[in-house]
């Protein structure tokens, strides 16, 4: 089982908890969020998650998504899971972080200090099938047009993540 990084509202790591456990119990753990767009900033890398994921199966999200593991970086984390999820790695900067609360279904919430970092490159991409059950480069027009007339096809942060981008005028 893989741990996360329990922390306080400044981010101050409290302890580590095993993270089916920390979503059951709501408990504010340590993220990252990955957004990717193409070199000219105009569409988006978006990843279907894999059908078989303990939650939010099946709906359509940013790049990448995790949680540093106990004593490793967020920027780090974000590379790794890049790797990992998506086959390719690319120059990522740090945009800002924030405090959200979600409920995922299944009794479990999504409660994260989520650091969000965005890459500009355009990476041809090998999906672990275990992660993503498809991706697509889409407009971001086209996507936040979708986003608001069909909010359920994404997962319930990425909405949230959406809305924080906005109002700092990152999209």
């Known amino acids: 089982m893989t741990d996360v990084v329990l922390v306080d509202e400044n981010d101050r790591q409290i302890g580590v908890r095993e993270k089916q456990r920390a979503h059951l119990d709501g408990a504010l753990h340590r993220a ?49 899971r890049l790797v990992e999820e998506l086959g390719f790695d690319c120059p990522l900067e740090f945009a800002f972080s924030f405090i ?33 059950a498809a991706v697509e480069w889409v407009d971001v027009r086209d996507m936040l047009d979708n986003l608001k007339t069909r909010p359920e096809r994404y997962s319930p942060w990425f909405g949230i993540a959406i809305d924080e981008m906005r109002k700092r005028s990152l999209i």
């Open 32 to 80: 990252v969020s990955v957004f990717v767009f193409d070199s000219t900033g105009r569409k988006m890398l978006l990843q279907q998650r894999a059908l078989g994921k303990y939650h939010s199966g099946g709906l359509w999200s940013n790049a990448c998504c995790s949680h540093p593991a106990p004593h490793e970086p967020a920027l780090d984390a974000a590379h790794r």
């Open 100 to 132: 959200y609360r979600a409920d995922v279904g299944e009794s479990l919430v999504e409660h994260e200090f989520d650091h969000v970092f965005i890459g500009r490159c355009d990476a041809t991409t090998v999906p672990h099938p275990d992660e993503i």
